[in-house]
């Protein structure tokens, strides 16, 4: 069965792992919801109320900031020691410094002003003469603002105190002073908004000592004048000549208990009363608080390790050292990008139909802007067809002429032919920016992201200046051989017999020429039609089928010829994701820590 000691310790050390974690970064809900999950004590209590000298055998100082005190019991003879969560492995033994630094890490944040802050200050304290405890010492509460102080000073300490009390699992040390009417007491008044029925609130009277003569608290210690649900605690605080005296906590304790046990109004109740009363009886409250909150807090633990693991699989463990390992993961690395690329290209992503936009849309657009109207205007085809004759004009039909017009009409093909591979490789480019962009475990080396992307930039160069050669390949094969069999199916121009014409006055009409204008232009026609297929075919086997089957067959071969310096270049992270894979890495620890932490504490049900 789990101790008390070791229940309250446990939780002690995970609220230490928690206020660790707040400086990590990550999910705040899951921070949150662990630290909530997490019972604590706060000391609530009115200024003057003797609310920090209930803490005073720690530190002894009033707070205008929350501070979050975790008491560690040690072995007995061991030396007291205390350690700042802002001054990490910083150890204090004077405990005079650890309140002047409280003071001066107070107005780092608040200025030498009396202003507040909601900013905790944690502090945990090592001693054999505490127990395992968790309290959080708030600012006391006032009812007036005084010089130094926003007007706003009494709504802001209110709604910071209300922000730590109302949690469930907050369990409320409310300090009210013996020599004050109980019925105006601060932290009763504050208790009662956010735990009407008290299952959370003590109360604590300090000042004992300081009333007047004649009167006691016996109506309150004894709950006669304000029942809670858990009975009132007298407290005897160090006197200010002790303080000034330096009077050891140990001696102060003898007195408070010799107080009570020779004092003729709460004698009978010696032994439920005094500081250390209150530590074993807060203990054990806090003992049954924790004892129900265990299921819930494994459950938040729990899911934030999930969280975290699935986490530092997104962002990529770490790599190996060795350069073998450091070859496989670029390889690795090369086939995940090599594996998205070409879901873009086969439509299993994104962006390929763009390939198809350029036969679809762009090719054809483009042939049908070629300035053929121009290039066969009846002045046009009459002057090549008059230069092609020479000084003796042709007799039936003007070869040459038509050839001269056919081909320098096929050389405007070249321009979409070309303009179609420019196309498709500005296509590719971009398919292999976001194919890189959407590696998730590429995003962790800019280096070979640049490298990747320069390899694979190159290789598609290549495949576009071997695209381009096969593509005008087609557009001079068309004008290397005409197609003969289209122009015997031409109707031939005859003249009123019958007979094919032959009058040099036929010959150079304009409807002569006319007719053969139309006659390449519907040659040119057929040939668009032809070239309006293989184009496509030409591109799609020299870019877009090696793109996809050899894109980065060259930079394997170049990655294989590198040194083990060299591969260690390529793997050098992002300075951002290495950041947050060790802020992950280290939320991932303090949280298993946590776990490891309650399954070493057994309890019996």
């Known amino acids: 069965m789990a101790t008390m000691e070791s229940l309250i310790g446990l939780v002690n050390r995970i609220q230490r792992a928690c206020t660790v974690l707040g400086d990590y970064g990550g999910d705040d809900n899951a921070f949150s919801s662990l630290w909530e999950a997490l019972p604590s004590v706060a000391v609530v209590g009115g200024q003057s109320s003797g609310k920090s000298s209930v803490l005073e055998s720690i530190v002894g100082i009033v707070t205008r900031r929350p501070l979050v005190l975790q008491l560690n019991k040690t072995e007995d003879g061991s030396q007291e020691y205390a350690e700042f969560l802002h001054l990490p492995k910083q150890r204090f033994t004077d405990f005079s410094v650890v309140r002047k630094e409280i003071q001066d890490e107070t107005d780092r944040i608040t200025g030498k002003t009396k202003q507040i802050s909601p900013v905790p200050i944690h502090l945990s304290i090592y001693s054999p003469k505490v127990v395992n405890l968790t309290l959080i010492d708030l600012p006391g509460l006032t009812k007036v603002a005084v010089e130094g102080q926003p007007e706003s000073i009494v709504q802001d300490i209110e709604a910071m105190v209300h922000s730590y009390v109302e949690k469930p699992n907050c369990i409320i040390l409310a300090i009210s002073p013996a020599n004050q009417d109980i019925a105006t007491s601060d932290a009763i008044r504050h208790c009662r908004e956010v735990d009407p029925t008290g299952e959370r609130t003590f109360g604590v009277l300090t000042k004992l000592d300081l009333m007047d003569k004649g009167t006691n608290a016996l109506d309150v210690l004894e709950g006669s004048s304000y029942r809670l649900q858990h009975p009132w605690v007298g407290i005897v605080n160090r006197s200010q000549a002790d303080i000034n005296k330096n009077v050891d906590m140990i001696v102060a304790r003898r007195k408070e208990r010799e107080y009570f046990a020779t004092s003729p109004d709460y004698g009978h109740l010696a032994n439920k009363m005094g500081s250390e009363y209150l530590a074993k009886l807060l203990s054990k409250s806090l003992e049954s608080v924790i004892r129900a909150r265990i299921p819930s807090i494994t459950s938040t633990i729990n899911k934030s390790i999930d969280e975290l693991e699935s986490e530092l699989d997104h962002l990529g463990r770490p790599i190996g050292v060795d350069a073998g390992a450091q070859l496989y993961t670029i390889l690795e690395l090369c086939r995940a990008f090599d594996r998205i690329f070409k879901e873009h290209l086969d439509g299993g992503r994104p962006g390929g139909d763009r390939i198809y936009g350029v036969f679809d849309n762009q090719l054809p657009a483009a042939l049908r802007k070629l300035p ?52 498709v490789h500005f296509v590719l480019k971009e398919l292999v920016r976001k194919s890189i962009a959407e590696t998730q475990e590429l995003r962790r080396f800019p280096s070979l992201q640049a490298e990747l992307a320069g390899a694979a930039n190159e290789a598609l160069e290549r495949f576009r200046v071997e695209s381009k050669k096969t593509a005008l390949r087609l557009v001079d094969m068309e004008s290397s051989y005409l197609t003969v069999d289209f122009f015997r199916r031409l109707p031939q121009e005859v003249d009123n017999g019958g007979n094919p014409a032959s009058s040099t006055v036929d010959r150079y009409s304009e409807m002569h020429f006319r007719r053969i204008g139309s006659n390449v232009f519907s040659y040119v026609g057929m040939v668009s039609e032809t070239l309006k297929s293989t184009i496509p075919k030409a591109v799609v086997h020299c870019q877009v089928r090696e793109a996809k089957h050899s894109l980065l067959n060259h930079f394997y071969t170049l990655i294989g010829k590198k040194e083990g310096k060299q591969l260690s270049q390529l793997l050098d992270e992002d300075p951002t994701l290495m950041e947050r894979r060790q802020q992950c890495a280290k939320r991932l620890e303090l949280y298993k820590a946590a776990r490891d932490e309650v399954d070493s504490v057994s309890w019996a049900r």
């Open 372 to 423: 053929f109207d121009r290039h066969l205007s009846l002045q046009n085809v009459k002057r090549v067809v008059s230069e092609a004759d020479g000084y003796q004009p042709h007799l039936i039909a003007p070869e040459q002429g038509y050839r001269r017009l056919i081909e320098s009409a096929l050389n405007y093909f070249r321009g979409p032919a070309e303009a179609s591979a420019d196309a």
